[in-house]
């Protein structure tokens, strides 16, 4: 019986992080390259995108912005819009939610701003969403 021969196949290293997962195994939380470091904390951006698209009374589009004050202290304030139909009244609580899932979830402090539906750029490519202003 012949054997059939493969072409070598190379191997690609796709910068995905493969990270352990208690309930299913292992999941990838995003490319390596995407990653940020904030405060020590390597944060990516999908993680946060699926905190985000968790919480009710905030639209789809929001920025991260990063920057270091005059202490040397490095900060992220994130702009999120609110819900379209949302309630601007709600904003300070909904403010503190947003802020209390992050804490617990990627174990950082953050700055939240809620601005109105429609005030931040959409694109119909993929649309940036962090902005380093570390120097």
């Known amino acids: 019986m012949p054997t059939m021969c493969l072409p070598n196949l190379k191997k690609y290293q796709t910068r995905c992080k493969?990270?352990?997962?208690?309930?299913?195994?292992?999941?990838?939380l995003g490319r390596s390259d995407d990653m940020i470091i904030f405060r020590g904390v390597n944060i990516y951006p999908g993680h946060a995108d699926e905190i985000l698209s968790g919480i009710k009374g905030i639209g789809s589009e929001y920025q991260v912005i990063l920057t270091r004050g005059d202490d040397g202290r490095d900060y992220m304030n994130v702009k999120?819009?609110?819900?379209?139909?949302?309630?601007?009244?709600?904003?300070?609580?909904?403010?503190?939610?947003?802020?209390?899932?992050i804490r617990k979830e990627l174990m950082v402090s953050i700055q939240v701003e809620i601005v109105n539906y429609g005030d931040l750029p959409r694109s119909e490519r993929k649309s940036q969403r962090v902005f380093d202003y570390r120097t």
Not at 18 to 28: D, E, F, P, R, T
């Open 80 to 101: 999120i819009e609110r819900a379209e139909d949302g309630d601007p009244a709600g904003d300070p609580s909904l403010a503190e939610h947003i802020q209390g899932r």
């Open 18 to 28: 493969k990270v352990s997962n208690q309930v299913s195994g292992y999941s990838i």
